[in-house]
């Protein structure tokens, strides 16, 4: 009996062990950490969605970038660095974003730098915690990172049809002209002819829409140095075009949609199809 009684006690205290050792390893079972996206989609009180990195911190376009080429380079990286993710076949985006629209490209000086619909990537050296935005419209060339601009700035050369360089003023020679792209780059224009917030140019057939595109869009977000009061949208034979200042917008179709393109501006000749931006007139009646 005592043999039986001793046997039934060491059974009941194997099963408690075995109970116990199971609850100890129940608890050492560290929490899942959550994953953390490497781009996401964060909400700004004035700027509305806005790209941050994984920690948080904001994402920047350069207007300079017209071509898609980082046009930042020396004392320029050290106030505005670079933004990169090693392995875009493992980065993990937010809902909202396409990892699609990402790239890599290999700047002049050999480091590589991750792109967004083209954008080179930067950051902010004054944002110095998640959520800052300080460099948001720094030296009218510098904006948050964002999904849905309907304009953006670019700061390029004007290179026409015809292969000559052109100043804002529509005469040849070398400089730096501020003009709008859509979101991705893509140059917008004008025509001359044009009334306010009436086009002259697009056939009712549209036959003609080929070589100069309508801009067709809602108004979404925009450079904060831009004044949104400024646009309007105008019926073209069902489409609805997009106008500045009363100016109906187009693209020009042997730019090719090619980010930065201007050759419009020579065509037929240099001032008939302007660049459009903030100095442009208000259209005519």
């Not at 959550?34 to 920690?55: C, E």
């Not at 930067?122 to 309907?150: H, P, Q, R």
């Not at 201007?262 to 100095?279: A, E, F, H, L």
């Amino acid at each position: 009996m005592k043999i039986i009684s001793i046997s039934r006690l060491l059974v009941a205290l194997g099963l408690l062990m075995a109970v116990n050792f199971s609850c100890s390893d129940d608890d050492d079972d560290p929490t899942p950490t959550p994953v953390t996206n490497d781009v996401q989609l964060k909400d700004n009180a004035t700027l509305g969605k806005i790209l941050t990195d994984k920690d948080g911190k904001t994402l920047y376009f350069f207007s300079k970038d017209a071509t898609g080429a980082s046009a930042c380079s020396g004392n320029c990286v050290t106030n505005w660095p670079i933004y990169a993710v090693a392995d875009l076949a493992t980065m993990k985006v937010d809902a909202g974003l396409d990892k699609a629209d990402f790239a890599n490209i290999t700047r002049a000086d050999g480091k590589p730098q991750t792109t967004y619909k083209g954008w080179p990537l930067y950051y902010f050296k004054d944002d110095l915690a998640a959520g800052d935005v300080k460099g948001e419209g720094v030296g009218t060339i510098w904006y948050v990172a964002k999904t849905d601009y309907t304009i953006m700035l670019v700061n390029a050369q004007l290179v026409g049809n015809d292969g000559k360089s052109y100043k804002a003023d529509y005469t040849e020679g070398t400089a730096e002209t501020q003009f709008f792209v859509d979101g991705k780059g893509r140059t917008l224009y004008a025509f001359v002819n044009d009334k306010n917030k009436k086009n002259n140019y697009t056939k009712a057939d549209f036959s003609n829409d080929a070589t100069w595109p309508i801009y067709t869009t809602d108004l979404q977000s925009l450079p904060s140095t831009i004044d949104k009061t400024l646009f309007s949208t105008i019926d073209v034979f069902g489409r609805k075009q997009l106008t500045y200042k009363g100016w109906p917008l187009y693209y020009f179709g042997p730019d090719g949609a090619t980010r930065g393109a201007t050759k419009g501006v020579s065509v037929p000749k240099p001032g008939i199809w302007p660049i459009v931006n903030k100095d442009s007139p208000v259209a005519p009646n």
